[in-house]
Structures are given as C-alpha cells and as structure tokens.
C-alpha cells in the first residue's frame, strides 16, 4: 500500500489547510486511518484517527480545531485543521491499518507564521 500525503504549505497564524492521504488501494478495505505530526527533534505524535466506520478520535489539545473525514470513493482520508497556531508547525504523517500491517506515507510540511 502506498500513501501520499498532501496539502502542506505555508500559511498564517489563524488560516486553514486540508492535508489529504491518498491510498493506493481502495480505502473502503483499509482500516484505520492515523494523522501524525513530527517537530524535528520531538517524538511523532499522534494528532487524530478515523475508523473504517468513519468514527473520529482526536488528541484532547487538537479538539476543535481539527476535523477527520475519509472519501472511501476517493480512496482519501483529509485533515482540516482550522485556526492554525504556529505551533501546528511540523511534518504530518498518514499512518494506515491494511491486512494486518501498518503503513506510512511521506509527510507533508505545516509551517505556520505567527
């Protein structure tokens, strides 16, 4: 399975951006869905995740602010991520469940200006 994460970019303090994680194979046979995000030099953390129901999780910080959906039609799950602070800044990572395995896509970069 290949994922590819996008959307990154750089943006203001206050703006929104939609990352998206693409699948190579058909999303209504993936699992979960994670978004993870990395600072360089932290541990990646875990942001939000979405069920193969399209049940959402959130971190509790991120509530509110950030939203999980998934387009099995698409083979896409998305991130929107509103009112971004600049300590949004860091790599996302799409992390997906497949037939037993995890998989990981490239990250996109979030840098937000304060």
């Known amino acids: 399975v290949q994922l590819q994460a996008s959307g990154g970019g750089l943006v203001q303090a206050g703006g929104s951006l939609r990352l998206s994680c693409a699948a190579s194979?058909?999303?209504?046979?993936?699992?979960?869905v994670k978004w993870y995000r990395q600072v360089p030099g932290q541990q990646r953390e875990l942001a939000a995740s979405?069920?193969?129901?399209?049940?959402?999780n959130y971190a509790d910080s991120l509530k509110g602010r950030f939203s999980i959906s998934r387009d099995n039609a698409k083979n896409t799950v998305y991130l929107q991520i509103n009112s971004l602070k600049p300590e949004d800044t860091a790599v996302y990572f799409c992390?997906?469940?497949?037939?037993?395995?995890?998989?990981w896509g490239r990250g996109t970069q979030v840098t937000v200006s304060s």
């Open positions: 979405i069920t193969s129901g399209g049940i959402p």
């Open positions: 194979v058909s999303m209504s046979s993936v699992g979960t």
């Open positions: 992390n997906a469940y497949y037939r037993y395995n995890g998989y």
